[in-house]
């Protein structure tokens, strides 16, 4: 499956982004969804993850509350809503695909088979 990911951007403190998603090649309805990011000199690190069926999710401690993740299998996409953003929210963010059970969610990289380009996201104070 090919990902291509959208909807970054320079926002200030306390601000909004919407990230989306879109995926093509194979079924996506068949792959959970994820969302990491990387911030300048840090690893990469799990932000939100959707289980194939929608109905199970998953966050990182550091957005649990402010950012939602939401698919929409008829469209082919994933999207990570943002509020309330912070400067240590700023990373590059990338959209991520793995297989798994219906409701399976998983935050494990290494778990993830396909992945899509980043896209920047800077939160200024």
């Known amino acids: 499956v090919q990902l291509q990911a959208s909807g970054g951007g320079s926002v200030q403190a306390g601000g909004s982004l919407r990230l989306s998603c879109a995926a093509s090649g194979r079924t996506f309805s068949g792959y959970g969804m994820g969302w990491f990011r990387q911030a300048p000199g840090k690893d990469r690190e799990f932000v939100a993850a959707?289980?194939?069926?929608?109905?199970?999710?998953y966050y990182a401690d550091s957005v649990k509350g402010r950012f939602t993740i939401s698919r929409d299998n008829a469209k082919n996409t994933a999207d990570l809503q943002m509020n309330s953003l912070k400067p240590e929210d700023t990373a590059v963010y990338y959209c991520a695909a793995y297989l798994g059970g219906t409701n399976y969610v998983s935050k494990a990289q290494n778990e993830y088979d396909y992945w899509g380009q980043g896209t920047l996201v800077t939160v200024s104070s």
């Open positions: 959707i289980s194939r069926s929608g109905l199970m999710t």
